[in-house]
Nanobody, 114 residues
């Protein structure tokens, strides 16, 4: 079990960028063993996968964000990031950080609107 805290959400116009951060903590946490991920949930919709990254840095993205979003991690800082570029209104959602889909953060709101 790890504690996850997201930050970096906010309001941005279409075409803009945001960088989400997620800091992990917990007794005995060996951050590098976790597959870290970002999920999002828009109003009235199910939570969906956005991107994942293994401890070795292998990444996976949902098709709708490929080429626009980049997931990365810094194992020394127990942190994972989501760089979001060319944002679209349909990216509006609460974004959640997860470790092995077992631990979840509280979420950070992203609103893309003109």
């Amino acid at each position: 079990q790890v504690d996850l805290v997201e930050s970096g959400g906010g309001f941005v116009q279409p075409g803009g960028s945001l960088r989400l951060s997620c800091a992990a903590s917990g007794s005995g946490t060996i951050f590098s063993i976790y597959v870290m991920g970002w999920y999002r949930q828009a109003p009235g919709k199910q939570r969906e996968l956005v991107a994942t990254i293994t401890g070795a840095g292998i990444t996976n993205y949902v098709d709708s964000v490929k080429g626009r979003f980049t997931i990365s991690r810094d194992n020394a800082k127990n942190s994972v990031y989501l760089q979001m570029n060319s944002l679209k209104p349909e990216d509006t959602a609460v974004y959640y950080c997860t470790a092995d889909r077992m631990s979840w953060g509280q979420g950070t709101q992203v609103i893309v609107s003109s």
